[in-house]
């Protein structure tokens, strides 16, 4: 029993607070609406600066203008414009980016300015407040011309070169650019020539070293004619030739022939040891010989002398040694001449070999070279190769012995001394 009174209280109590919710009572108070418009705040986004339309390649006729305006993507009231590494009359206002050229053919003609060359020009364009929201690019600028110039290859010489044998041929190859550059040069030759610096570029050396024996036997007058041809070519193949005529005389072989008169020089001193030595010898003999007849002179005076002497003695055994003793002395005269005999013919040979050798000394002193192209070297080293020669003729009947006693230093003080001077000099 208790437990249904519980229940229904329970019952009666939800009841109790739902009753308002089915209620129909109208709530007379008005509400107020809200009729303000809001609009939202706009998201403001920072876009990066960039240059709306640039061409990044120019080309531009001669003689014409250019007005390019440049746009960017903010307001250009807060920017400026600039240009580095531009070609002589390009200009931009920094304001507004308006890019202006006039291509004067004045700038091409000084050589300021050049046709189908690419021009590099870097640009930027900067905000005044901020230094670094900035934007640097680049564009290609060329020029090109309608006219046609055709190139020219022009040469630091003339048109013709007389040169010797032995000498070098030395000039630059230039060129004179038309509507474009040359750019290549080939080389070629009406004969085969050898030793020489090839061009290749503009403005190169030609060097070439002729030979001295370039000149044949065979060649007419003694020259030979060589045509060097250089041809240029630009990019699109438009060529021009310049040509030189280099005529090479024969001349003196001047090393070989400083090494020719080196060797007859060093032969000719070698013949003048051997007859220095040869005179040494011959020298000898007679001074040898000319004691021994002294001896045999003074001892036959001497017994003379002594017999005269003795004859005034007055022990007659004396006198009688007296009377003796001068024909002792006549008896040796016969036995120095069967033992000493005078060294004429040796004498005579000193004599001459002397002769020969000073003068074979005196010609190699007067033809000497000066310097390793002397000009009369030719004819210097005939003087002394004439001069060997006829020495070697007139003592073609003196025997020559090599030296071995001696050495070339004792021989020139004993050829040179004063004893031997006073006695060969001449009289």
């Not at 008896?331 to 005579?348: D, F, G, R």
Request: glycine share 4%.
């Amino acid at each position: 029993m208790k437990n249904m009174l519980k229940k229904g209280l329970v019952v009666i109590l939800m009841l109790w607070y739902c009753l308002p919710a089915f209620s129909q009572t109208t709530d007379t108070i008005p509400v107020k609406i809200d009729t303000t418009v809001h609009i939202p705040t706009p998201v403001i986004l920072d876009t990066p600066l960039r240059i709306q339309n640039l061409n990044p390649f120019i080309t531009l006729h001669v003689d014409s203008s250019l007005n390019y305006q440049l746009n960017i993507n903010k307001d250009e009231k807060k920017y400026y414009w600039y240009l580095k590494n531009s070609p002589v009359g390009l200009r931009i206002n920094k304001d507004n980016g308006l890019l202006s050229f006039k291509a004067e053919k004045t700038y091409f003609l000084s050589g300021k300015l050049k046709y189908d060359v690419e021009y590099i020009v870097n640009l930027g364009v900067q905000n005044l407040s901020n230094p670094s929201e900035r934007v640097d690019t680049s564009f290609t600028l060329i020029f090109f011309n309608t006219e046609i110039v055709q190139p020219k290859i022009k040469l630091t010489v003339g048109s013709s070169l007389l040169i010797d044998e032995g000498q070098k041929v030395s000039f630059q190859v230039l060129c004179e650019a038309g509507n474009f550059p040359i750019e290549n040069i080939l080389f070629s030759s009406s004969v085969p020539i050898g030793n020489f610096k090839l061009v290749k570029r503009c403005d190169d050396v030609f060097e070439w070293d002729i030979p001295y024996d370039f000149v044949g036997e065979g060649d007419e007058g003694k020259k030979k004619d060589v045509v060097l041809t250089f041809i240029g070519s630009t990019r699109q193949h438009v060529r021009d030739t310049a040509s030189i005529k280099v005529t090479v005389r024969d001349a003196l072989n001047y090393p070989r022939a400083v090494q020719e008169h080196k060797a007859i020089d060093s032969t000719i001193n070698d013949y003048i040891t051997k007859l220095q030595y040869l005179f040494f010898k011959l020298d000898k003999q007679v001074r040898k010989t000319k004691g021994t007849r002294t001896g045999f002179d003074v001892t036959a005076g001497t017994a003379a002398l002594t017999g005269t002497i003795l004859n005034t003695s007055t022990d007659k055994g004396m006198q009688n040694t007296g009377k003796v003793l001068p024909s002792v002395g006549v008896a040796l005269t016969p036995i120095k001449e069967a033992t000493s005999p005078n060294k004429t013919v040796e004498q005579n040979q000193a004599t001459l070999i002397r002769s020969a050798t000073k003068r074979l000394v005196y010609m190699l002193n007067d033809n000497m070279i000066i310097g390793d192209k002397d000009p009369d070297i030719a004819k210097k080293i005939a003087t002394l190769k004439s001069e060997y020669k006829q020495t070697q003729a007139q003592l073609s009947d003196v025997p020559i012995e090599m030296v071995r006693e001696m050495s070339r230093e004792d021989l020139d003080r004993y050829f040179n001394s004063r004893k031997v001077n006073k006695k060969y000099r001449l009289k």
